[in-house]
């Protein structure tokens, strides 16, 4: 201090990603390729490296691991668009992360946080990227932009205004960005000015159907939630449509009427599933899984919201699959389940893969499997095409060439590894126990 001199020292924190290695093949495949409508039966896919090299007829001779799936099908990985998921660990992510992991588990090979803190975001994401964690692709939009000054940022009270805070999270590397109800339409206006400027999808907190008409008419790629009139008619589907917005509708959480958790909550023993037993912390999945609501299924609201999306997308929108990290993992299948029973299960699965990755702005390299795209990809027991409920008989997940076992996340390619401890799993505390109360007081 006494000398007024600094000296500087040049830190270099860049990873490189982990990406796989070398060619692997998986032969007799039923491949959903996504692209067209194409099924291809008994067919290869070879990937080199983190890319599809060639699917259908395909030369295996150079590959270092060949899988016969026997007819098992293969899918692209499912892209989450609504996946509140980076909530726990504060900017300080272990290795062994399972608000990650267990999206992984589920096939679930890309998710998008939209409205999350961006020191929860970048460091799991960047985690991930390095192989230093195992999860999904993270995206996110960072701090949503609000109609008042928040800590997270100023309020859009200009053009000004509005680009800088656009360039900050632009700079950190979002993929689209979240206007959380901002009420004027002119603030609204100079958020989408700037989300042009700097090439970013921008995603609105859905309201009144007025006020989500307004968003794509001022340059919004579209809204989440649901439309707050359901069922909707077909102008408002003809407008969403041709604006080709983007619906991220979330059923399991929204609706005129209960919500569409309480309705697999009521279907399933969710709370004895072996896979949210591994994946979660006891307190996440047992306490409201154990609750059951003895409704009516007709008295639940998701075949109307799922018609309304079918019908937007009908129109020429998309729609993109959401479970909004109410019950992670399972609850984006459930979301696929509830999208099939309006738009179909090929056309569910679309939204699931192909939409998702327009959402991204990465329709180029993911959703859907052909040469050149990232080999981002999943291996089911059964034909999810034959019954939707199917996405989750997983047998394998791939991202980006790397292969995981889906039941463990042990890696299989190019490195076999174990995944390693479940250090949040309680297993005393899940144990079954039907003992009589008043044994406890006889214990000496």
Known sequence: ??????????????LPRYLGEGRIAFTNAHILTMSHGDVIDRGTVLIDGERIACVGACDTSGARKVIDLAGATIMPGIIDTHAHRHILHQGIVPPHNFEAAVYLAYGITSTIDPAVA?????????AVDAGIAVGPRSFGTAEPLYAVATAYG????????????????????????KDFL?????????????????????????????????????GHSGWEHDLTYTPIYND???????ARAIYSITMITDGPGPL?????????????????????????????????????????PYPLLAQGQADIVAAGGYGTVGGHGDQHGIGTHWEIEMMATAAGNARALEFATKHGAHALGMEEDLGAIT??????????????????????????????????AAETLDELWPTARPFGPHWWKNEKILESDDRPVDYWDKRP
């Open 371 to 404: 040469p050149g795209r990232v080999a981002d990809l999943i291996v089911l027991e059964k034909d999810p095409l034959i019954d939707i409920r199917n996405t989750t008989s997983l047998r394998y997940v791939m991202k980006g060439g790397v292969l995981y």
């Open 118 to 126: 961006s020191i929860n975001l970048f460091p799991a994401a960047e």
């Open 236 to 242: 408002a589907a003809q407008f969403f449509g041709r």
């Open 154 to 177: 100023m309020r859009i009270d200009s053009p000004e205004t509005a680009d800088r805070e656009v360039r900050r999270r632009a700079s950190w590397g979002v993929v689209s960005l």
């Open 182 to 218: 901002v009420s004027s339409r002119v603030e609204r206006q100079w958020i989408a000015e700037a989300a042009r400027k700097y090439h970013i999808f921008l995603t609105g907190e859905g309201g009144s159907l007025e006020h989500d008409l307004s968003m794509v008419m001022d």
């Open 260 to 300: 569409a958790e309480e309705y697999f909550w009521q279907r399933e023993d969710v709370w004895k599933d072996p896979k949210q037993r591994d994946w979660l912390p006891w307190n996440m999945f047992l306490p409201q899984t154990r609750t059951r609501w003895l409704r009516p299924e007709t008295d639940y």
């Open 1 to 14: 201090l006494e000398s007024r001199r600094t000296s500087k020292v040049a830190i270099d924190a860049r």
